[in-house]
């Protein structure tokens, strides 16, 4: 079953534009991480929240986690056609990764 | 080095074909992982190998068997699979099974069944 669920499904924005995409989960998690995947290809590690931590950054990403709502946001600010990609949050509960449905990000120039 | 490596890219078989995937990684992790990925799902976790014992099986169907030779390499040994079961099969490491650890995916294999 799915432990992660994610919204939008699908976002469609121009460069420059910021991108946010949220995940909602059900269990308790050590820790939540986003991923990012290329048309058809491996995906490729974003960042890690852990559980006692409350916002991150990384370059360009921003991600918030609010345990008491079981939930996460991803925001990738100044968008360029390159960040065209589906992004998934994962959660780790003890080791075992659930992904989320994933949010397909489209970049336009 | 910090690549997971997967063979072959692309596989096509038939059901009653006997084949193998094969992962490769010389990070010197200890954990690692087989999802399969459905078209536009979320990949989903089938095998888990810490120190290479089988530590998690999500019910997978006997046809898909799992092997750990050594710690650098994982494969997956496909018999008499379905259609359905064509997808794309993510092999990923993590330095050990526990939480806080990144995984590290390779690119996968696609596979369709005829």
């Known amino acids: 079953s799915q432990q992660g669920e994610e919204d939008p499904q699908a976002l469609s924005i121009q460069e420059g534009e910021n991108a946010t995409m949220n995940c909602s989960y059900k269990?308790?998690?050590?820790?939540l991480q986003w991923y990012r995947q290329n048309s058809g290809r491996g995906l490729v590690h974003l960042i890690l929240?852990?559980?006692?931590?409350r916002e991150k950054h990384s370059g360009r990403l921003r991600v918030t986690l609010d345990t008491s709502k079981k939930s996460s946001s991803l925001l990738i600010t100044a968008s360029r056609a390159a960040d065209t990609a589906s992004y998934f949050c994962?959660?780790?509960?003890?080791?075992?990764?659930?992904f989320g449905a994933g949010t397909q990000v489209v970049v336009t120039p | 080095d910090t690549e997971v490596t997967q063979t072959p890219k692309h596989l096509v078989m038939g059901m009653t074909n006997k084949k193998s995937l094969k992962c490769e990684q010389h990070?010197?992790?200890?954990?690692m992982y087989w999802y399969k990925q459905k078209a536009k799902k979320p990949p989903e976790l089938m095998f888990v190998?810490?120190?290479?014992?089988?530590?998690i099986n999500e019910s997978v169907p006997s046809r898909f068997s799992p092997e750990c030779p050594n710690s650098s390499l994982l494969n997956l040994h496909l018999h008499a699979l379905q259609p359905e079961d064509s997808a794309l099969y993510l092999c990923a490491s993590s330095r050990r099974l526990g939480v806080k650890e990144t995984q590290y995916f390779g690119p996968g294999t696609r596979l369709l069944v005829l």
């Open positions: 269990t308790s998690i050590n820790n």
């Open positions: 929240i852990r559980s006692n931590e």
């Open positions: 994962a959660t780790d509960s003890w080791g075992k990764f659930q």
């Open positions: 190998y810490s120190y290479e014992k089988l530590s």
């Open positions: 990070m010197g992790h200890r954990a």
